[in-house]
């Protein structure tokens, strides 16, 4: 986020937290439960929003160098994707030209061939088909015709793009919109690196996972043993950026910005931006990187889902830890081992993810399939969700939600 941003927001949360205010969605909105359960919306989501939409494959930190791959099996169609010897990013179609197995079982790796296992076709970085066995006695291959199949995608940003449907389009600077292109620019997602991830799969739709990044009122209640004692609970920014939002949580540090000049001001010590991509990601910029969090529906059932949840970290000293600058307030533990690191912020993450907020997302999922609820109310001071849904709706052609 642009230095003069920070300053606003910053700005913003305090004239809020002293004068006991918060965000207003100017009313409240009832959203019918069906929303998770259905299976006609489950499936009409799968095939806009998960098999022809662009999707957030991860940040360039997961294709660290040339030769680099990783895979992603959460979606209809499996993909890999490459740093090709010269640098540049691909996606693929992870399915072998001859007759359809994955040339690449692994998470990531490096890699300068696909050998499928089946046949041993073999494919290089850049999806070309390279080589087959026996050739002479298989048929003449016209090798041009049967490389991988190639998706639309772009690395822009930090993050790397793609479409899972080979003809859809992409277009990274239409899909995020000039303001959320260049604050997305301004984070410099593209210079973190990869420090682990860690995946939940949970009984509650994909969309209520969303939704419990899109409020603090619960703060106090659910979360009163963990973030209560760092967040303010009731005190929020919100803005919308076309489809996608950010919200603004307000940490109990943001005191400290007080008796700092305001060139010291620092968004991740003061708060933390929450960022919604439609349709199923959401960015957790803070003081040691960034946390990135994506939802994928279940294939048999709307009432599961997959959270995939990455983790990145600025390159020790990146950030001034070590110099006379660095703000006071910000964490030091990257200088842990990768290892360490990854452990503890991983548990940490999922005692309060995992642990707090899907528990009652998994609880809202069974009243939801009970039938008997017919609808959730989205206060005035959760316009996230309010954002969330009506726009959904939207892109499925349904009615938005009235403001009661
Ligand atoms: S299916 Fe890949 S080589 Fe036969
Ligand atoms: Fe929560």
């Avoid at 002293?18 to 959203?31: E, H, I, P, Q, Y």
């Avoid at 292109?181 to 969309?207: Q, T």
């Avoid at 973030?227 to 920014?237: I, P, S, T």
């Avoid at 609820?373 to 709706?393: D, K, M, Q, S």
Wanted: proline residues 5%.
């Amino acid at each position: 986020m642009q230095r003069s941003e920070q300053i606003t927001q910053v700005k913003v949360l305090l004239a809020r937290l002293d004068s006991g205010t918060n965000v207003d969605a100017g009313g409240m909105r009832l959203n019918p439960t069906t929303s998770y359960t259905d299976t006609d919306i489950a499936r009409m989501e799968r095939e806009t929003f998960f098999r022809n939409h662009p999707q957030v494959l991860g940040l360039s930190g997961d294709l660290p160098e040339p030769g680099t791959f990783i895979t992603i099996n959460d979606l209809d169609v499996r993909i890999l994707a490459t740093r090709d010897e010269s640098g540049e990013f691909h996606a693929f179609v992870n399915a072998c030209r001859h007759r359809g197995v994955a040339v690449e079982e692994r998470g990531s790796g490096k890699a300068q061939r696909f050998t499928c296992p089946f046949h041993s076709w073999t494919y290089d970085s850049q999806g070309s088909l390279v080589g087959l066995p026996k050739e002479d006695h298989f048929g003449s291959i016209d090798k041009e015709c049967f490389g991988l199949v190639e998706l639309p995608s772009e690395e822009k940003y930090g993050f790397l793009f793609a479409n899972p449907n080979p003809s859809g389009s992409l277009d990274i600077d239409a899909l995020l919109g000039s303001e959320l292109s260049e604050e997305m620019e301004a984070w410099d997602f593209g210079s973190l690196r990869r420090l682990g991830g860690d995946r939940y799969e949970i009984d509650c739709n994909w969309k209520l996972a969303m939704d419990t990044f899109g409020e603090t009122y619960h703060f106090n209640s659910l979360h009163k043993n963990t973030l209560a004692a760092v967040f303010e609970g009731n005190v929020q920014c919100y803005d919308t950026y076309g489809q996608h939002h950010r919200m603004i949580l307000c940490r109990k540090a943001i005191h400290e910005m007080r008796k700092l000049p305001e060139d010291q001001w620092d968004i991740t010590i003061a708060g933390l931006p929450v960022y919604w991509l439609f349709p199923n990601t959401i960015l957790l910029p803070n003081d040691l990187g960034m946390y990135l969090v994506r939802t994928y529906p279940d294939e048999g059932s709307p009432g599961r889902h997959t959270s995939v949840i990455t983790f990145y970290m600025h390159s020790t000293g990146d950030r001034g830890e070590n110099s006379a600058e660095a703000t006071p307030g910000r964490r030091t533990q990257i200088q842990l081992a990768p290892t360490e690191a990854l452990k503890e912020i991983a548990q940490g993450f999922a005692e309060i993810i995992r642990d707090e907020d899907y528990v009652a997302s998994a609880s809202q999922q069974r009243s939801a399939e009970g039938g008997a609820l017919p609808n959730v109310v989205f206060g005035r001071n959760e316009p996230a969700l309010h954002h969330y849904h009506n726009t959904y709706r939207s892109a499925l052609g349904q009615d938005p939600l009235p403001l009661i």
